[in-house]
């Protein structure tokens, strides 16, 4: 059912993209190309989390789109040489590779305004949802999330010191936990619930999938991943398994997704595909 679903809404979700991406012009193309290809996790969450509490996966759309479009720009904008100077995402040349460098910098600006764009469409719902997903997109996505964790990872680089657990726990919050956080809260805001389960679901997903992720550094392959790997052990940088070791990093991956699991408790069996989005988040080889 996770894979039938998650692939389902990652067409849904990428169909609204391209209906709002530029027809014509020099970005069109370099949006269609940054946009194109990825497991589409972020807007399956917003799509599911709705879904489970009564919202059609069809008023939900937008706001997938949205934090797809954000996504997106980030990892445009990580892949440059200032950045993580990346030549391969998503199995493909990345964009500053594949056009240059200014492309690739508007690409990314111009994926972060169509993702308010989107959330902010008379379809999403009344006024004050529109306005409080906006605005926790925004929270989720700058200088106290998203873009607050890669700030961290760019200082860690010349840091005197490899970074401890905490310091990368909350690193990674931002980084990588941020947008999986808002992705999973985002359905209880469009149904006019509480939103805090999802948040817990949310927290300890984001962190088990950034854990999967220092895993696969080290036991993936580029061509399956679809990126450069052992990149942060060539560079000495501290990661989940560098500090805990594989098998224990591992185990806490595990941990993290039974404490999601145990999150999602009120919605009973509604919540089973967002159990099992969990669980992939581990099992998953790229």
């Known amino acids: 059912m996770f894979r039938e679903r998650l692939g389902d809404d990652s ?3 990428g169909a609204c993209l391209l209906e709002a ?12 190309y940054a946009v194109a290809g990825g497991k589409g996790l972020r807007g399956f969450l917003v799509i599911e989390g709705a879904r489970m509490l009564g919202v059609a996966p069809d008023a939900a759309r937008h706001p997938a789109a949205a934090v797809e479009a954000i996504h997106a720009y980030s990892l445009v904008h990580d892949d440059l040489p200032a950045m993580d100077d ?9 964009v500053h590779r594949k056009w240059d460098e200014a492309t690739a910098i508007l690409v990314g600006d111009a994926l972060q305004s169509l993702a308010f764009e989107l959330v902010a469409r008379d379809e999403v719902g009344p006024a004050e949802v529109r306005i409080e997903l906006s605005r926790t997109l925004a929270e989720a996505a ?3 999330g998203m873009v607050l964790g890669q700030a961290l990872d760019i200082a860690a680089e010349t840091a005197a010191a490899p970074l401890t657990l905490d310091e990368i726990m909350t690193l990674q919050a931002g980084k990588t936990g941020a947008l999986l956080r808002w992705s999973a809260m ?22 088990a999938f950034q854990i999967a992720d ?4 080290v036991e993936g392959d580029a061509e399956t991943v679809g990126k450069a790997v052992g990149k942060d052990a060539d560079a000495g940088k501290a990661t989940f398994v560098s500090l805990l070791g594989l098998e224990a990093a591992k185990s806490r991956a ?21 159990r099992e989005a969990a669980r ?3 099992a998953r080889d790229a």
């Open 254 to 274: 595990s941990d993290l997704v039974d404490d999601a699991i145990e999150a999602l408790a009120p919605y009973g069996e509604r919540a089973e595909t967002l």
């Open 142 to 144: 700058g200088a106290r």
């Open 86 to 94: 990346d030549d391969l995402r998503r199995g493909q040349p990345t």
């Open 186 to 207: 985002a359905g209880a805001r469009l149904a006019g619930e509480s939103p805090e389960p999802l948040r817990r679901y949310g927290e300890a997903l984001g962190l």
């Open 11 to 13: 067409a849904l979700v």
């Open 214 to 217: 220092d895993v696969l550094d």
């Open 280 to 282: 992939f988040v581990i």
């Open 21 to 32: 991406l530029p027809d014509s012009g020099p970005l069109a193309e370099p949006m269609r």
